[in-house]
């Protein structure tokens, strides 16, 4: 079973996203920000996936993102946003 | 501070998306003609509606900063088209006819990718099964133009006169900010817009930019 990791600050979201997740068959836990993901990596905890709010307190997913990148960490991360605009896409490009 | 509101909103709007999209599959699919699937599909819309009311007005709030570089007018063009969720729209052709020497224009692509889906998904919103959608791109021998051409519902004059007027809609759920925010961003390009409509022909909207030296 893959396992996947959800990091929200919306508690809802949590909620919503671990449910349709665990339908498709992945084991999911939930943190509330980018600092609260890497206090899990760095316990020893693998994911195969993440899938991040990119705006959130303490750290965000950008920010989450990037710490990823340069400490060669490679898991696959999933910038999710409710700040969804074409400039938001850009940046990534 | 606009951006803020919008998060407040569009958060909820997500949750109840997600949520309502997994009901659906249990309550209705795989045959979406149960009233199951009519009543979630209407809340699933509005949901649609409310999300597009919340980005116009957070468009027609924020300051156009200008931020222009050369950009290729196809591949702008196609990231337009890729962003337009097609499957909300089935049975309209969309017809690409893009000169492949269009090279480059001035633009901000933030901007003018968001008043190409406007005029776009205006487009779509204005069909049925079984119209086409044409886009075109081509220069003549100043300008560059970008065509959106309907087989949509069109409108008559009176109507054409007040599309750029804010507030001003016809659609029973628009925001009547989709169009005024397309003017205002091809005012910012030094472009301009022809409208041609005919009522129950469709509506062809060409933008003009004149070429920059």
Not at chain 1, 8 to 35: A, C, H, P, W
Not at chain 2, 18 to 36: C, F, I
Not at chain 2, 53 to 80: H, I, M, Q
Request: aromatic share 8%; with cysteine; net charge negative.
């Amino acid at each position: 079973m893959k396992k996947l990791l959800i990091v929200d600050d919306e508690v809802n979201m949590q909620k919503v996203l671990s449910i349709l997740f665990r339908r498709e068959r992945y084991e999911v836990m939930t943190v509330s920000n980018g600092k609260e993901a890497l206090d899990k990596l760095e316990s020893g905890v693998s994911f195969d996936l993440i899938l991040s709010d990119m705006k959130m307190p303490r750290m965000d997913g950008i920010e989450l993102l990037k710490y990823l990148k340069k400490s060669q960490i490679n898991i696959p991360l999933i910038l999710i946003t409710a700040y969804g605009s074409h400039q938001v896409t850009y940046q990534f490009f | 501070m606009a951006a803020g509101v919008a998060h407040q909103i569009r958060n909820p709007l997500a949750v109840m998306k997600v949520s309502m999209e997994m009901l659906r599959e249990d309550l209705a699919y795989p045959d979406n003609d149960t009233e199951a699937g009519d009543l979630t599909g209407f809340i699933l819309n509005e949901i649609d509606t409310l999300d597009s009311v919340v980005n116009n007005f957070l468009a027609f709030a924020k300051p156009n900063r200008g931020n222009k570089s050369y950009e290729s007018v196809e591949d702008l063009l196609d990231f337009t088209i890729r962003s337009i969720p097609l499957d909300k729209y089935d049975g309209i052709r969309l017809i690409r006819e893009i000169d492949s020497d269009i090279g480059e224009h001035y633009f901000d692509r933030n901007l003018i990718v968001q008043a190409f889906s406007n005029i776009i998904i205006n487009a779509f919103q204005c069909s049925e099964k079984g119209d086409r959608i044409i886009i075109r791109a081509y220069r003549n021998e100043s300008a560059l133009c970008i065509e959106i051409d309907d087989e949509g519902k069109g409108m008559s004059k009176e109507i054409v006169a007040k599309i750029y007027n804010p507030f001003f809609t016809t659609k029973e759920t628009g925001t009547g900010l989709g169009l005024s925010i397309v003017h205002r961003i091809i005012e910012d390009h030094n472009g301009s817009i022809q409208v041609d409509s005919k009522q129950d022909k469709g509506t062809l909207f060409r933008l003009m930019f004149q070429e920059t030296t």
